[in-house]
């Protein structure tokens, strides 16, 4: 079976479990589960229902497909993501965007806990992606017959919606929110940074880095969703001063954070 019957195997069984076609389609990445709680749930699907959708295994990524109400607009949720460092391919951590492609979305929200590169930005703090930096070895889109799913050479000079950029950053005026912009690397893990990579990211122009979100960023702008994406910043990446990891700290951290992030997505949704 090609990766086109693939997807629409996927899709029939998606939409004979009784989810329709919505405008908004949400990515959640590590600790940022909190949102699904705001969520009106209609449908929700364990990714191992799905066929073909790969399986998360990654500790606070749920693994589910909700389909619902979020602030008064239909939804389409994958609460959990894939990564490069899972041992999956581009095609499958990119699987979710082709899946809501599919199912009329228009408008993609990524998000990701990342670590500050920029020391200028605090902890539990969120960054607005406005750039980004692929450091992950390769492209969802350098594969066989890539032209079946869309352009194979993909403009990414406006990879992040513009309009919704300027909307999110009145909403963070106008409710006291520090919500910075910066530019986002992508590296592909899990091991985390030593204090001379921390260095290259700042000297390459990085603000803050992770292990996710590029890939995905990417298949929307081939399949023209516009997307916007951002970090919970849940630890401080200092050269000079690192710290062994903490999990439960990061994980309190992008809780933190997560207030903000709903607060800026209700009002976003209710603008857009």
Same mark, same amino acid.
Not at 21 to 36: A, C, H, K, Q, W
Not at 241 to 258: R, T, V, W
């Given at each position: ?25 949400? =990515? ?14 209609? =449908?929700?699907?364990?990714? @191992? ?12 990524? %749920? ?7 979020? !602030? ?5 949720? !994958?609460?959990?993501? !894939?990564?490069?460092? @899972?041992?999956?391919? !581009? ?26 590169? %920029? ?73 985390? @940074? ?71 997505? @209700? ?6």
């Amino acid at each position: 079976m090609n990766r086109i019957e693939k997807l629409k195997e996927s899709i029939r069984f998606i939409k004979e479990r009784g989810i329709e076609s919505t405008e908004f389609g949400i =990515i959640l990445g590590t600790g940022l589960g909190g949102l699904v709680e705001k969520i009106k749930p209609i =449908i929700v699907l364990d990714y @191992e229902e799905i066929p073909h959708l790969p399986l998360t295994t990654v500790s606070y990524h %749920n693994g589910k497909l909700i389909y619902g109400t979020l !602030f008064g607009k239909k939804v389409l949720v !994958f609460d959990g993501r !894939f990564h490069l460092y @899972e041992g999956y391919d !581009f095609f499958e951590i990119t699987y979710p965007v082709r899946i809501m492609k599919m199912l009329g979305v228009q408008n993609l929200v990524v998000s990701n806990a990342a670590g500050a590169i %920029n020391l200028e930005f605090k902890k539990g703090e969120i960054m607005l992606i406005k750039d980004h930096i692929n450091l992950q070895g390769s492209s969802p889109l350098a594969m066989k017959n890539i032209e079946d799913f869309g352009e194979r050479f993909v403009d990414m000079s406006q990879a992040y919606d513009k309009k919704s950029i300027e909307i999110l950053k009145t909403i963070a005026s106008e409710n006291d929110i520090i919500m910075h912009q910066g530019v986002y690397a992508a590296v592909v893990g899990p091991q985390l @940074e030593t204090p001379a990579e921390y260095r290259y990211l700042k000297i390459i122009g990085a603000d803050a880095v992770g292990m996710s979100t590029v890939p995905e960023v990417i298949v929307a702008n081939q399949l023209k969703i516009s997307v916007i994406a951002f970090s919970v910043l849940t630890d401080s990446c200092d050269p000079d001063n690192l710290q062994p990891i903490n999990i439960p700290e990061i994980m309190d951290m992008a809780k933190k954070g997560e207030n903000s992030l709903i607060l800026l997505l @209700e009002k976003w949704m209710s603008r857009i």
